[in-house]
Each structure stands twice: as C-alpha cells, then as structure tokens.
C-alpha cells in the first residue's frame, strides 16, 4: 500500500545518508561555501526550487514562520534547480534571490547536480536531513508546513537527548540592500489622466509616475509587506493591474483593479481618494475549495495579471497559482472559473477544458482575450465563444527565441502583452530579454528590440511601447518610432531536466504520502484523494488516464513513442485523527508534475513520485 503512514522507526530504518551539496557557488553565505559537515548538529531543510515555479514561490514563503519558529536549529538550503536557460544565469539568480526576499543560504546548482544526487523528480521537493546528516522526510509539493513542523519538532527532542543538537545560528549572511525608486516594477497602465501606474512589486506599492517614466506623482501603499486597506494601505508584490470602464467605476467606487499576488487577494483603488479596499479573496491561498461564489468568500490563488474583457462583462484573473482564469464581476462582486482545469499544460479547446500553465499577461482586444502562459512559453487566446487557442507554443518543456511562422516559433517564459493599434501583440519575452511581435494577418513572429532586463509588460503611451524592464527597475523605450522588426532564427532549447525510464505495457504509477503525524486520511465525508493524468503526447498512453480518487494507478504505455511527458495532478485531505473531534480539521497538500518520461522495451514498470514521507515501498 503505498498511502501508508511512515513512522519514525522506518525513518530510522531507512538510515539514507545525504549527499553532498555540489553547485556553483552560493549566495546569502558571505561569499563561503557551505558543506553538510558544517551542518552537523542542525536540522537542514533542502529546497529544490527554480525561480520561474509559481509552487516554488509559494512554498518559500509557507517556509516563513518554520524558519522563524525554529530559528536556533534549522538551517534551510535552497537548492536552486533551474529549468530555463536564463535561470542558470547567475546574475538572474542573485536578481530572483533579492526579489523574492530569499532568506537562507541558496546553492546555484545550474548543472542539477545536486538535484540528480536526491533523486529530485518536481518543483517543488522539500528534503528534511536530521542531525546527524542522515535523509528522514521528503515532500514534493505545497500544503507541508505542518508535517515538516512535526518532523522537525520530533527531529529537535530525539537529538537534543541524544547530546547531537547543536543551538545557535546557521550560515545565513544577509545581502547589502540596493535603493532604487522602483524595485522589481511588474505591470504598468496609462490611467484617463495620461499618467502611468506602476505595480511596484519588491516596495509592496502601485506608483503613479508622469508620462515620461520617471517622475513619481505619488504613491499607494506604505512600502511595509501586508493587507491593510484604507489609506495607509499595504500590499505583497502586487503585479497585475487593470483600469475599470468609467461606468463601472463610477458604480463601485473604485478606479483600479490591483492583483495583490503574495496576499491571493483582488484591491479596489480609488485614484481620487487614494483609498484602497479588499474586493475578492480571503487572504488565504486557494487548495481545492470552491471558485465560484461571493467574490469574498472565495480563495484566490497568486492573481499574477488582471484585465476587463467587455464580452464577459467582468475583470479577467490570471490565477498563476492553479493554472486558470478566473473572472470578477465588480458591480455583482461575484467570482467564477472563466477556463482550466487546474492541470498544468498545452491544451487548447472548450475554456473549463483547456490546459495552462502559469498564466502571467492578458491583453483584450475586442472579442479576443489574450494571454502569455509562461511555463509553456506559449502566446493564446480566449475568444468571446469561450474556446482557446494556442498561436505560438510547443508545450512544458520546449522554449527558445526563434521567429518566423509561429508554429515554428519559440519563446521562453513570457509575462506580458500587449495589444498594438494595427491589431498584433507584443510579448514581453521575459527570459528573452526581448521584446517581440506577433501579427495574427499573417501568423508570423518578429523581434522587437533585445537585450532588456526582464520585461514583464508594456503600455501604450503616444504610440510608442513602454516597457517595465524588471531586472532593471525601471520603465524603458526600447523601440525607436519607425524601426522595423527584426527575425531571429535562435536556438531551441529543451529543458535539461533528466527524464524517467520507463518500459511500455503495463506501468504502476504511485503517489507516495504521509499523513503528518496526528492525522489521517478522512474518507467520512467522501474520498480525500484524488489522482488526475493525462500525457503528451495523448497517444502516449493506451489506458489509465482521467480522474481517479486512489493514489495508484495502472497505466498502458503505447510503444513507438521514444519520449514524452506523463502530466500528473495528486491531491491529499490530512484531518485530524481523534474521534473525540466532531469536526476534524483537515488540510490539503496538492502536488502537478510534468514528468519527462523516456519508453524503451523492457523499462522499469513502476514510476513512484514522492508527494510526502519516504519511499520504503
């Protein structure tokens, strides 16, 4: 049985000892490197992550109060892994470390060196090494502050009687902080009055700059990470932001719709008062519960983008965190699913069916909706029939910045665009550096202008294209008035991410999960697992996929097909286990994978993924 529980003497039993940290170098250290024989006598928390994981976002700050409550004894690592080509630059690294308040000692791992070492099949996996240097817990996933909480607390009194303890500080060195007027900048409009709006995200504030960019008008928010409304406002990392139509702001109040991402919550700004309010979410992150509903009762999970799209009549949401649009009606304050299904992938069709995978820019134009998904590195668009399409993107793992037809073209993890007066777009190529174009008259893909700093969106202003150069912190004019694109033939990349064997015929795939101590799995009120599969290519598998509530399942590999992707989606409902308690508390940890899988005749017939605990199976 593969959901059973595992105990501290299997942990013992298992006795796997860590391997070495190995990478390029390390940052938050002092410029030292650290060695898990430095780390004797602490608790050490690994945590595989590349930056571009909207997971991996998300699990870094779960860390947050562990770190902090455990701060004499456990050292957490992060073991950058990364699966783009620019996140293996170093100074993109330093760069996301400092954006997203990364406080611990991180590995610059480029070459998965370390990951390969641990085995490490997803982002994000945490890897929990006691004392003693010895592996006892792995997680994949979000949802594991409390089984860790409890390792570790277990961790703490077995060792501090055993005298192999060690109290006192870890590696961490804190950088020197850089002041800049903006810091992170992610999306920018042109308000009625000709002024630009900023999501200046690393300051947790939007900033009204002139027309020209630079001369700050004024500011909302003080600066202090946090959700308070009024006028003394504050937000976390706020990104996207979207102007309301007049009529409608005139109705609610409010101006500007502002996607507050670390807080998972939509804010309401009145430009005449300056006055900020809560408009939908609940402050808590989004796990499964329901999306449709009153606009504050229903969690939101990492609104990265926000856009009024007049054919639904509402605010279009890019909820990075789960793979979907959501959709905001202001003057009913009502929240609905507008397309996904929460599985991260390629997959165009009916809305409520396709596939996306980390949306992070929408532009509307008229009946068309359209969207940058920048895990696939794919430009799509919704139409007003509620059907999606894929006009550049060739899946997960395929990237890259060559132009011409736009089935042969690649981008690498997009976050903006923007739609131009003739009725093309440009995309924010983020990991590009670039700024590109796509003209949907003749399906071709051009090159703006390069060698940006991360552009995550653009605005319009006079005709000429602003762009929120991120890395840089600053708004920039790349595009001269008048200058013709360019087409790049660049090269194609594929994630370097090793692939899992696998045999064809039958192949047992098994969702490995441990209830944290004190809970169960709770089927009193239904299933509380839920396994979903499905493959790229389609064909790929023969039987198994679909919906099912067990965490294993038979699958039927097709043969002919060398390569491909098995996309997985396991979720789990922990509640307490005392019977004592009328209503149980219960708790959902949810892990995607996109699994690279390599057939060969004869292959391995079981595929495990670890979602919690250790693999004593």
Known sequence: MLTSVVTTAQRRRARVRAP????????????????????????????????????????????????????????????????????????????AVERYEVDHPVLDDPELTTWQAYAVKAWPTLVVVDPEGYVVHVAAGEGHLDALRQVITELVAEHEAKGTLHRGHGPYVAPEPVATELRFPSKAVLTSAGTLLVADSAHHRVVELERDGETVVRSFGTGERGRQDGLEATFSEPAGLALLPGEVAAKVGYHVVVA?????????????????????????????????????EIELTSPWDVEWWEPAGGIAIALAGNHTLGLFDPVTKQLSRLAGTTVEG???????????????????????????????????????????????????????????????????HPLGVTVLPDGSVAISDTYNGALRRYDPSTDEVSTLATGIAEPSGAVLVDGELVVVASAAHRLDRPVAPGV??????????????????????????????????????????????????????????????????????????????????????????????????????????????????????????????????????
């Open 484 to 617: 013709a694109a360019e087409l790049v033939s660049g090269q194609a990349h594929k994630v370097r991410r090793p692939p899992s064997d696998i045999g064809t015929g039958e192949l047992e795939l098994a969702i490995v999960f441990t209830p944290p101590a004190g809970t169960k799995l709770d089927d009193r009120y239904g299933p509380s697992t839920r396994l979903e599969v499905t493959s790229s290519p389609p064909e790929l598998l023969l039987d198994g996929a679909g919906v099912t509530t067990e965490l294993t399942r038979t699958l039927r590999i097709a043969e002919g097909f060398p390569e491909g992707v098995l996309h997985v989606v396991a979720q789990a409902a922990s509640c307490t286990d005392d019977p004592s308690v009328e209503h149980p508390v219960c708790r959902l940890t949810r892990q995607d994978w996109g699994v690279p899988v390599r057939v060969t005749a004869g292959g391995p017939s079981r595929l495990p993924l670890m979602m919690g605990g250790l693999d004593d199976v």
């Open 20 to 95: 070495e940290l190995v990478g390029r170098g390390w940052l938050n250290t002092g410029g030292e490197d650290v060695k898990l024989a430095d780390l004797r006598g602490k608790v050490v928390l690994l945590d595989f992550w590349t930056f571009c994981c909207i997971n991996c976002l998300h699990v870094l700050d779960e860390l947050r109060p562990l770190e902090a409550e455990f701060a004499d004894v456990l050292v957490t690592i992060g073991a950058h892994s990364p699966k783009f080509v620019h996140e293996a630059d170093p100074d993109a690294l330093a760069a």
């Open 346 to 412: 390629l997959n165009d069709g009916p809305a409520l069916e396709a596939f996306f995978a980390q949306t992070s820019g929408l532009a509307a134009d008229g009946d068309r909706l359209w969207l940058v998904d920048s895990e696939t590195s794919a430009l799509r668009w919704l139409d007003a029939d509620r059907t999606v399409h894929t006009a550049i993107g060739k899946g997960l793992f395929e990237f890259g910045h060559r132009d011409g037809q736009a089935d042969q073209a690649l981008l690498q």
């Open 260 to 296: 507050d991402t670390v807080n998972h919550l939509l804010r309401g700004l009145d430009l005449d008062s300056g006055e900020v309010t809560t408009i939908a979410g609940t402050g808590e992150q989004w796990r499964g519960g329901e999306t449709d509903g009153p606009a504050g």
